[in-house]
């Protein structure tokens, strides 16, 4: 049980607050700063205008000749950078330029499977009481649209992956937040019902309640979402204009035939700061994850200038990276660019804001909130400036929708990067196989990637 250690108590006096106006009516400059902020953004004040014209975009290293994607209203970023990742090798395959897959169809899956998950903790958490900080966790954070890699790695494995036609998007399916919030419902009032269940030790009756559960969100997906195709006609054009009628194929067919990855070979490399997370170590946390039964999500905990590294050699070598970040702090959205000494906020407020990125993780102020796709890098003297990001966001901003990112940035708001094994130093490849140790379900490191536009 937490204590609250007793100290002695300093009220906000009338008489402090109103020497704080006078002092602060007295100082022009906080008179003159005042007048700018109910006018204009902050943001257009704090910004380095210098700096921000300074980022150009070009890169030594660009592999990207597509168009963006677009996940809309919704959280799917994770998907959306995942599947790009794969559908690079698909354009080759089929010697075309544009190629998308159906990120609905990932999407239903990862819902109906994390229903699943989300009932499996609750009946491990049986024991503990409703306040308990894991069940309360469990039931603040349930059905949301963020996930990780290797949640992304589970849906392709089970499920496979269709070209868009396949299933297109629904207005659901760009726009979650209703049917996020009646499955949350659904699910909560299950989680009450299942945890009655188990203290009157009905097994019976946890089974068949589970399985009704579980048909009533797959009607809701279904309603929601449109009916997942078991298998579909797939016919193309490519570039050259000729004809392609590649018959029947199921989701794991068109995955295994068209995608030139080895999921499994991937590892997501993580930079936590903390000191008692070892460089060099593996780290998971508990229940996180979407399909019971998968192997837990995995992360190698890395120096980030090893991450970056294992990023340049990847992009160079034609193969873009995913990669997991803080999206929003010094970012200039419209023009597409993170740079970390972007906006001053300490000199226009006078408050000292800095924080070092363990501090940031520690005490709530950053973690893993957005995925996207490194696609290009600038590189002088074998050392990186400048990266190239393929959003998911739409292509109203930035490069047609490509943000650039300075490699400062990368050290201070890049939280993961997910690389082939056969990149990594022996050592570390050799550490992929010590137990991990297992972090809390509310730890930062079990953050989702949900960025939204």
């Not at 704090?46 to 919704?74: C, E, P, Y």
């Not at 399985?211 to 449109?226: D, P």
Request: aromatic letters at 8%; hydrophobic letters at 40%; a negative charge.
């Amino acid at each position: 049980m937490s204590t609250v250690t007793d100290v002695t108590a300093f009220p906000l006096t009338t008489s402090q607050v109103s020497d704080l106006h006078q002092a602060f009516g007295a100082d022009p400059v906080l008179r003159r700063t005042q007048n700018a902020i109910a006018r204009v953004s902050v943001d257009d004040l704090a910004i380095d205008h210098q700096l921000a014209t300074s980022l150009t975009t070009t890169v030594s290293n660009r592999i990207d000749d597509w168009k963006v994607t677009n996940q809309k209203k919704s959280g799917r970023c994770w998907l959306f950078a995942a599947l790009n990742l794969l559908r690079a090798g698909v354009k080759e395959k089929l010697d075309v330029k544009e190629f998308e897959f159906s990120q609905n169809y990932a999407m239903y899956f990862d819902k109906l499977e994390r229903a699943n998950y989300f009932l499996q903790s609750i009946l491990e958490t049986a024991e503990l009481p409703e306040d308990d900080r894991l069940v309360a966790h469990l039931l603040q954070t349930l059905m949301g649209d963020g996930g990780q890699w290797d949640m992304a790695v589970n849906i392709f494995t089970k499920y496979g992956a269709v070209p868009k036609a396949a299933m297109p998007e629904t207005e659901s399916s760009s726009n979650t937040g209703r049917m996020n919030a009646v499955l949350c419902s659904l699910l909560r009032r299950g989680a009450q019902e299942l945890r009655q269940l188990h203290r009157n030790a009905d097994t019976e009756g946890q089974e068949q309640t589970r399985e009704r559960i579980i048909t009533e969100v797959h009607r809701i997906l279904t309603l929601h979402l449109g009916t997942p195709p078991e298998s579909f006609e797939w016919e193309y054009t490519d570039d050259k204009k000729d004809f392609h009628r590649e018959g029947v194929l199921t989701p794991l067919e068109f995955l295994a035939k068209y995608t030139t990855l080895r999921l499994q070979d991937y590892v997501c490399l993580v930079d936590d700061p903390r000191a008692e997370h070892p460089k060099g170590t593996t780290l998971t946390v508990a229940h996180l994850g979407n399909v019971v039964g998968a192997p837990p999500v995995l992360y190698l905990n890395v120096d980030i200038s090893l991450a970056k590294r294992m990023a340049k050699e990847a992009i160079v070598n034609g193969e873009p990276v995913w990669f997991g970040c803080d999206v929003g702090p010094q970012m200039v959205r419209k023009d597409g660019i993170w740079d970390a000494r972007l906006y001053d906020y300490a000199g226009l407020y006078g408050a000292e804001l800095a924080m070092d990125k363990e501090t940031r993780v520690r005490f709530g102020e950053s973690a893993m909130t957005h995925a996207m796709l490194l696609t290009g890098v600038d590189v002088l003297d074998g050392v990186p400036r400048r990266w190239r990001v393929e959003n998911s966001w739409g292509d109203e901003n930035g490069d047609q929708g490509f943000f650039t990112m300075a490699d400062n940035w990368f050290d201070e708001y890049v939280f993961e990067v997910v690389v082939d094994k056969k990149r990594l130093p022996s050592g570390l490849r050799s550490a992929l196989a010590a137990e991990p140790t297992v972090l809390p379900a509310w730890d930062p490191m079990g953050a989702l990637a949900q960025g939204r536009p």
